[in-house]
Structures are given as structure tokens and as C-alpha cells.
């Protein structure tokens, strides 16, 4: 299995990337839509995609084709995974769907937010609820991590350098603060902003101690 393709994007076309790597071979990748929209503008320039192959049938079944699939994170991928485990997701219409961030999506399931899910292409208000039903206990990791992902796992732009916020506490952060019941996005407000202090904590105890702080007004 293909686990991780790194190379030169040339291509962008509904929804599908031509990736050309070291030794001569260019891979078609298809991509989930909202992934597909971050990289038009890297056209020309090196990425790395985590990926996922599978089998398509096509003609009705007679014909069975393989393809590859890419995403912008481990999280992506694993949110895809995930995905078309519902009934009536293949792995096309999945692709299709993902036209917002994983984040997004999985904090719609977790919030049983129907309106936000049938909003996503080829989703009706059946799917959606079928969607809640199958996942909604499924996904509430995926939401924390998609907003911080973990330091190695590999970035769509891959340029080697060191992030400057420390990715991985914050998600540790923010599920801690889930956990104590507080809402989703004010954590999130929070944490960004504990790390974008020029004393910004250098452990989960302290960035959890400075969001409640700015909580409080403090």
C-alpha cells in the first residue's frame, strides 16, 4: 500500500492532482475538494500528500480500477477512513463531500448539525442523519487533532522547517478543555491565543492555565 507520495505538482483538474516524482513516474491523486482548492496555487512546486489506495468498480461492476488518494494530513486520511464506513459514502462521493476541513466537518457530526452536513455536495438530509448516527462517536478526536495537528505528521507544503507553534501540546490542550466541558471554538480562541503570547506557555498544564486565565479576563 501506498502510504505517503511526496513530489512536483503539475496538475489540478477536477479534483485530481498529477504529481511527478523522482525517477520519471507522474501519479495521478485524487483529492478531497477542499484539498484540491488549497493547492491550485502550488501548481509547479513540490508537496507531500498521505494517501490511500483503494479499488474503484466501474461499468457497472465489470471493471475494477485501482486508484490513489491524497490528503493534506494523517488526520484527512483518517477522517476519510472513517467516512466511508456510512452507508452510501463510497470512496468518490466521500471525496466529493470533503469540501470543507476536516475539522469542520467533524465538529458538524459531533453537534448533530444537519443544516452544516447538507450543505456538503451530494449530502441530503437522510445521508447527513445517517452520517450523525454512524460517526458522531467516532469523530471527537479528529476534531482537536485537524485544528493541531501533530508535529510529524507530514504538511501538504513539507518545506522541512519547524512549525513555530507548538501544534501538537495545543491539541493536547484543547482536548483537555473539551473534556472539561468547555465549548469548542472559545478553546480554540483561547489556546491561539496563550501561544501567540510572547510568554506563551511551554507545557499542556501551562497552556490549559493560561486559557483560563484569558477566560477570565485575566
Known amino acids: 500500500m501506498i502510504a505517503r507520495i511526496h513530489g512536483l505538482l503539475e496538475q ?16 495521478e491523486v485524487l483529492l478531497p475538494a477542499y484539498t484540491a482548492a488549497r ?22 461492476g465489470a471493471n475494477m480500477t485501482e486508484r490513489l488518494a491524497g490528503f493534506a494530513s494523517l488526520t484527512d486520511r483518517q477522517f476519510f477512513e472513517l467516512f466511508t464506513t ?3 459514502i463510497g470512496s468518490r462521493k ?12 467533524a465538529t458538524a457530526i459531533t453537534d448533530r448539525d444537519i443544516a452544516m452536513l447538507t450543505s456538503l455536495p451530494e449530502i441530503g438530509r437522510r445521508t447527513a442523519e445517517t452520517i450523525v448516527a454512524t460517526l458522531r462517536d467516532k469523530v471527537g478526536h479528529l476534531t482537536a487533532a485537524a485544528t493541531y495537528p501533530s508535529q510529524n505528521e507530514a504538511a501538504v507544503t513539507d518545506d522541512g522547517e519547524t512549525p513555530a507553534v507548538p501544534t501538537g501540546m495545543g491539541r493536547e490542550a484543547l482536548e483537555v478543555l473539551l473534556q472539561l466541558g468547555e465549548h469548542r471554538l472559545h478553546a480554540v480562541q483561547w489556546i491561539d491565543q496563550a501561544l501567540s503570547a510572547d510568554d506563551r506557555p511551554n507545557d499542556v498544564e501551562g497552556i490549559v492555565a493560561a486559557a483560563f486565565r484569558i477566560k477570565a479576563g485575566s
Open 12 to 27: 489540478i483538474e477536477n479534483s485530481a492532482a498529477l504529481l511527478r516524482c523522482e525517477g520519471g513516474l507522474t501519479y
Open 39 to 60: 493547492l491550485v496555487d502550488r501548481i509547479d512546486q513540490p508537496v507531500t500528500l498521505q494517501t490511500f489506495h483503494f479499488i474503484e468498480a466501474t461499468t457497472q
Open 86 to 88: 456510512c452507508k452510501g
Open 94 to 105: 466521500a471525496l466529493r463531500a470533503m469540501a470543507l476541513s476536516t475539522d469542520q466537518i
